[in-house]
């Protein structure tokens, strides 16, 4: 991790370009209007360390790869950094424009190879720094009754996307099993269209608070394309599920937010 460090302060500059030139930030929703949904979400943030947190700078390992999210109340900055044999490969995604820089060099990408990496880029923060994304200007939220999952009473908490603003994956579905008792998200589950489509549902495990913001790691399960996301707990306590993976982020800590930084000297 301190190899991405180094990469992210050496590449400042050219950072600071693609601020100049990302046009119009993508402002989180204030959320002026109390419902009992924006209620639910906000018990949430507040459980899980984002409620009142004006700005975040982070980072963590996934997969081998590095990863970095920045964001205050009018901009937002994320990087991806893999390295490749001599080379660095930095991807940084700046309110919803990906600019790939191989060792800080730019690099030109079709618009749709851009539109693709910036989605992967995007999907890894949101799970990761869930569920401060749901309070973006494109998120529409509402209750969804409750359940029972092993015992456990939860609040269920639908999320849909405008098209506007929604990006690429508007289309998706979202919800979220909010516990009674700690008003943690302990599952969700979405469905989505974009790269051939699927439905999964994630247990999270392992939770843990860095510098008051907790992060979990879930296990992350596949079913038939066209379940029903509330048919999914069921499927899950009856072993009917079928593990597709681990998400597990490593070397979780907070760092120093990349736009207040220095050039190097």
């Known amino acids: 991790m301190l190899r991405l460090l ?3 302060f050496g590449f400042f500059c050219l950072l600071a370009t693609v601020f100049a030139c990302s046009g119009k930030p993508t402002q989180p929703s204030t959320m002026p209007m109390a419902t009992p949904a924006k209620d639910l979400l906000n018990r949430a943030l507040q459980a899980h360390g984002y409620a009142g947190a004006d700005k975040l700078a982070y980072r963590f390992t996934f997969r081998g790869v590095d990863y970095s999210f920045n964001r205050d109340l009018e901009r937002s900055l994320y990087t991806r950094t893999t390295y490749v044999e001599s080379d660095t490969i930095l991807d940084v995604l700046t309110n919803g ?3 790939r820089f191989t060792n800080g060099v730019p690099v030109s990408l079709p618009d ?3 539109a693709k990496y910036g989605r992967s880029v995007n999907s890894v923060i949101y799970f990761a720094s869930l569920p401060d994304k749901l309070t973006d200007a494109a998120v529409n939220l509402s209750l969804d009754g409750n359940a029972t999952i092993k015992g456990k009473e939860y609040q269920l908490l639908r999320i849909h996307f405008d098209e506007e ?3 690429d994956d508007h289309d998706d579905n979202f919800l979220y099993w909010i516990n009674d008792s700690t008003d943690r ?3 969700l589950a979405y469905d989505y269209r974009v790269d051939g489509g699927g ?3 994630r247990s ?3 939770p843990r608070v860095i510098d008051g913001v907790l992060f979990s790691d879930y296990v992350n399960y596949k079913a038939p394309m066209g379940t ?3 048919d999914l707990p069921q499927l899950y306590e009856r072993g009917e599920l079928k593990e597709l993976s681990r998400i597990e982020l490593e070397e979780v800590a907070v760092v120093e937010e990349v736009w207040q930084a220095s050039p190097p000297k």
């Open 228 to 230: 029903p996301l509330n």
């Open 6 to 8: 180094k990469q992210l």
């Open 112 to 114: 749709t190879m851009a």
């Open 185 to 187: 998200v302990d599952y």
């Open 165 to 167: 603003n929604g990006g």
């Open 199 to 201: 439905v999964r549902f």
């Open 204 to 206: 999270a495990y392992n």
């Open 97 to 99: 424009r990906l600019v």
